[in-house]
Nanobody
Framework: QVQLVESGGGLVQAGGSLRLSCAAS????????MAWFRQAPGKEREFVAA????????NYADSVKGRFTISRDNAKDTVYLQMNSLKPEDTAIYYC?????WGAGPSLDNMDYWGKGTLVTVSS
């Protein structure tokens, strides 16, 4: 089992920045690819970003490329999502998820563990 706890969400004005953290506990963190997903009110959950355990493979959704940066610190069992130039449409609950191995890349339907989420609200 892997437990994931997100933090760092909050209210920010458009154009501002936030950094989300996801602390993992349980099995060896470095064996897992990590990803962030988000779910806006009334919408389906969607992929945001993913990072392979060494940090060599990284994917981003087109909607966040150039604004968001995913990173991880395997010594601290933590993955981060730095979010810059935030827009009102980034408002959502952000979820951290883990998948054993990279395979074809993390996606909504192949993650093994999920956190409970942290709310990000971007005001206009």
């Amino acid at each position: 089992q892997v437990q994931l706890v997100e933090s760092g969400g909050g209210l920010v004005q458009a154009g501002g920045s936030l950094r989300l953290s996801c602390a993992a506990s349980g099995r060896a963190f470095s064996n897992y690819a990590m990803a962030w997903f988000r779910q806006a009110p009334g919408k389906e959950r969607e992929f945001v970003a993913a990072i392979e355990w060494r940090g060599i493979y990284i994917n981003y959704a087109d909607s966040v490329k150039g604004r968001f940066t995913i990173s991880r610190d395997n010594a601290k069992d933590t993955v981060y999502l730095q979010m810059n130039s935030l827009k009102p449409e980034d408002t959502a609950i952000y979820y951290c998820a883990a998948r054993l191995g990279w395979g074809a890349g993390p996606s909504l339907d192949n993650m093994d563990y999920w956190g409970k989420g942290t709310l990000v609200t971007v005001s206009s």
